[in-house]
């Protein structure tokens, strides 16, 4: 397929892949809600948590790539999360311009109370973990052909 000359494909609702993707998001993004507020967390600090259980300290810009959010998002999450006392944000020493983000003690524990929510979901969903990885290597895939697209804009 080239850009130049992409085919002609049907305007129907239900052909649209970006339509299938929204949908499902959103109910991904629901099915959370219930296990999450039992933590009392947000969807996008959930994801911010999971990112720095995984790796420890990270910068913000950093963690900003990790989680493909910009500044302007992810501050006002650090600041809640900073807030609900799961993690404290330092100058980095060796370069007064970045921000570290850290775990504060309750920020790690609060990973036990949140173990059971990937498999809680996984369970939701339905799938085979084999359709499951399937499915995150084609979501992926098309993530950096879009990235790859705009880039040659």
């Known amino acids: 397929m080239s850009e130049a000359n992409p085919p002609r494909l049907s305007q129907k609702l239900e052909d649209q892949l ?11 993004t629901a099915a959370y809600r219930p296990l999450l ?14 990112a720095l259980w995984e790796h420890g300290p990270l910068t913000v810009t950093a963690l ?3 989680l493909s959010l910009d500044s302007g998002t992810l501050s006002p999450l650090l600041k809640r999360l900073e807030g609900a006392g799961y993690l404290q944000r330092a100058r980095v020493q060796t370069d007064e311009r970045a921000v570290e983000v850290s775990l504060t003690a309750a920020g ?3 990973k036990a109370r949140a173990a059971d929510v990937p498999g809680t979901i996984t369970c939701m969903i339905g799938l085979q973990p084999q359709a499951m990885q399937d499915l995150q290597r084609t979501l992926r895939a098309i993530t950096e052909h879009l990235e790859h697209a705009q880039q040659a804009q």
């Open 18 to 28: 970006c339509f299938d993707l929204y949908v499902t998001s959103r109910a991904l």
């Open 37 to 50: 507020s039992a933590l009392g967390l947000t969807y996008p600090q959930y994801l911010v948590m999971l």
């Open 64 to 66: 900003g790539t990790r």
């Open 108 to 110: 790690v524990a609060l």
